[in-house]
């Protein structure tokens, strides 16, 4: 009997004690709605990192299981900077030095931002799953080829070229996600570009020196664009994370 009314004693102490105890938090799952997106490096315009960058960031939001709106800001920069080598012979105890500039066959820099705004919907609802869809998009670049020959003798020669661009388009997106963690999920996609816009400037500016005497000429031409295609892997190809939360 006192074992019983122990044990009847031990069970109602511990039925309060879980009565007061607070309830335990839901486990926190993230979330499809709401995620982070960050565009990699496009490897078919910029293979190397230490030439250029390429890349972006934006929100993706979620409608449903199966579609989502996705904002994005991509920013793009490379670099080819003219290189002097020198040259250095010994003929009859004489030591003579000469430079060379080696000009880049292309424009020596570049910087490109792109704000746009697509809407994405997933063809199955699997981890790894094919998605389509399309958007609008404002893009801004600019090339310049700015370099200063000085390596002959009484002779300078600088060129400062630079051609800006403004364009508006619309594309069409087919791509696919790979949901490899809760939280975590890749994407490689690819977007055919119709560009609706697009007005250019491009301005030229060469001044050589020579004996004292300087010649310049430069010039500045205009000119617009409206409804071009552009399918290369170099400007539709993107590949990127989002993080959702």
């Known amino acids: ?106 424009p020596t820099s570049t910087f490109g931002l792109t704000l746009g705004g697509d809407f994405l919907y997933r063809l199955l609802e699997t981890a790894l799953a094919p998605y389509a869809g399309g958007g609008l998009f404002v893009n801004y670049t600019s090339q310049a080829r700015v370099f200063k020959d000085d390596t002959m003798m009484d002779q300078v020669t600088s060129v400062n070229d630079l051609t800006t661009a403004f364009s508006l388009g619309m594309r069409g997106i087919l791509g696919v996600t790979w949901r490899v963690h809760p939280n975590f999920s890749l994407f490689a996609e690819y977007s055919l570009n119709i560009l609706i816009f697009s007005s250019q400037t491009a301005s030229t500016s060469t001044e050589r020196t020579a004996m004292g005497e300087t010649t310049s000429v430069k010039s500045s031409t205009p000119s617009s664009k409206v409804f071009e295609f552009s399918t290369g892997l170099s400007q539709g190809a993107a590949l990127g994370v989002v993080v959702y939360f």
Do not use: C, H, W, Y
Request: proline share 8%; no cysteine.
């Open 1 to 106: 009997m006192r074992l019983t009314l122990s044990a009847l004693s031990l069970f109602a102490v511990t039925a309060f004690a879980q009565a007061d105890a607070p309830p335990a938090p839901p486990a926190v799952e993230p979330s499809t709605k709401f995620g982070i997106v960050f565009n990699l490096q496009n490897i078919f315009q910029n293979p190397g990192l230490l030439s250029g960058f390429q890349g972006g960031i934006g929100v993706q939001f979620g409608i449903n299981e199966r579609m989502s709106i996705r904002p994005t800001l991509s920013m793009s920069r490379s670099s080819n900077t003219p290189a002097v080598t020198e040259t250095t012979t010994v003929a009859n105890g004489m030591t003579v030095t000469t430079k060379s500039l080696t000009r880049p066959q292309g």
